[in-house]
Each structure stands twice: as structure tokens, then as C-alpha cells.
């Protein structure tokens, strides 16, 4: 007969018990975690920079594991290090008063916003060179890997989910956005603290949605493979009604309480939610695949990794900043 135990499990254990163990588990974990994340992103400032923190450095050390999978040898003390210093680039809060005391930036809504990209920019810059000058003085692999792995790792976690914590502290300033968040109702100008907060968890939903809708459709409808080679669940029918379902649920957000937004914005952020939502997941199942690996750890029982749960994340979260820096806030 053959063998039903999954690894990881006591022998005796059916498949049927792993998967009820599993469900349970998963439940568990959301009860204690989602209050965690939650009041986080509401108390906003240093605990929601923390949780970020956490969250960033746990992803970063598993995608440095997939990558040693595959032979490279990241330096993971450098990678953790400024990828701590990109996510307190992104502390606008704090780092909008730096700018305009130290280098005189001049208090207007773009000069800031640039200020911004050129302080994460001068982040990542140093710490392409640290990890170059780094891997002339090891010896162990190969160079050219072990240094596009480091710097790959820390772009694509730490810079993309710092971006996150950038959203959050968008309006924490006083001095960006003001005229753009009157326009709308002066009243916001009081609790501009929390546009922020209510847009990440907006996000957050919508993506949430996105996962809900593709998967029903996926199981009740699919009938075309989305990209079989990478997720050969994942059909086009589930990936059209995802991308939907995050559109419906920013419309939603935006009529209920982000004012500062336009139907078109909440649209337009519904799809980045539900498109690259979608794309992130795919693009690190590609990756788990290469390395041969099912999930990134088994550090959230009945979910995986930190990388697991934040993957979809990882595109979104940059993109929904840039179109609110430069596209929203700049009319």
C-alpha cells in the first residue's frame, strides 16, 4: 500500500489528518496574527515599522535560503542590515524632517517626494558597492552569483515591502499633500494619520478579495491553465475574476472611507491589487520551483513561510506607492 504520510509528519498520520491538521493550524494562526497586523498598521509610527521590520528581515532570510538551493552564498548580514536601513528610509515621518533641516530640501509636495526616492536610492547605492567590495574578500562560490543573489534579495523584499511603510507614513508629514488632501474636506487634515492607515489595510483587502474570488471562480469555473509551467492550478477563469474582485473591493474602500481617492484611482489600485497581487504569487512559486523547495519555511504553522503569506505584496505594494506619489498626489 503506499505510504500516506506527507514529510514533515509523524508516521501513522494520514493524509486526511494532515490535511484537518493543517486547517486548524492555519485557523489558529490567523486568530493570533491578523489582530497583531492590524493594530499595527492602526497604531501606525514605530510599532507598524517594527512589525515591518520583522516581516522584511523573516522574508529576506528565506529568500536567501531559496537562493542557497540553487549555490549562491548571500551575504545575509549585509542584505539584513540595509535592508533594515531602506525600511527607515521609508519612515517619512521621521526622514521628511532630516531632509528639509540637514540638506535643506525645499518644503514643497514634489521636492519632498523626490527627496524620498533619493534617499532610498543613496541606500540601495552603498550597498551595491558594500556587497562588491564584500565578495572581492571571500573566497567561498561564485562572485558574480553570490552577489546578484545579495542584492537581488534585498531589492525585491526589503525595497519592495518598504514601500509598505512608505504608505503608511505617507501623510504622517504636515507638510506634503496638504492642498491636495483640502481640495476634498479640510477636516482630513486633522486625521491625515490615518488616510494612511486605512489605505494600507484598503490594499490589503483588496488583495484578500482578489485571493478569494480567483480561487472560487478557479475551482467552480476553470477550464484554461493560467501558466501551468509555473502553478499548474491557476487557471485563466480564477485570474479574470480575481483581478474583478480586487477592483469591486478598492471601489468599495474608496466610497467608504478614502475620500482622497477617485473612482478611477480606487479602479486603477483595485487592479494593481488584483493583477500583480496575482503576478507576485506566481513569481515566487517560480521561484520555490527552481530551487525545488514547497514552501519558503514552516515558520507560520498551517501557512509556510513570511514569504509565503507577503508574496502577493511584493509587486503590489510599489506600484500602489509610486501611483499615489506621483500620479494621485501630484494634481
Known sequence: MADTTSPGWPRGITQFEQRHGNATMRVVSGILGIPIVLGAIWLGGWAFFLLMAIISTGALLEFYWITEKRGALPNKKLGVIFGLLLALAFMHGVTDRLLLDIFHVRPDDLAVMLARFTLAFGVLLIFAIAVMIDQMFRKEGSPIINTMATLAGVTYISLFLSTLIGLRQLFTSELPFRHYIERFDATLLSRTDRLGALTVLAIMVAIWTCDSFAYYAGRGFGRH????????????????????????????????????????????????????????????????????????????????????????????APLVYIYLNFIVLTR
Request: overall charge negative; aromatic content about 10%.
Open 225 to 316: 491553465k493560467l501558466f501551468e509551467r509555473v502553478s499548474p492550478k491557476k487557471t485563466w477563469e480564477g485570474s479574470v475574476a480575481g483581478a474583478i474582485g480586487g477592483a469591486a473591493a478598492m471601489i468599495g474602500m474608496q466610497q467608504w472611507f478614502l475620500p482622497y481617492l477617485t473612482v478611477w484611482d480606487a479602479v486603477v489600485i483595485g487592479l494593481i491589487a488584483g493583477v500583480f497581487g496575482q503576478l507576485g504569487d506566481l513569481a515566487e512559486s517560480h521561484m520555490k520551483r527552481d530551487a525545488g523547495v514547497k514552501d519558503s519555511s514552516q515558520i507560520i504553522p498551517g501557512h509556510g513561510g513570511i514569504f509565503d503569506r507577503f508574496d502577493s505584496l511584493l509587486f503590489v
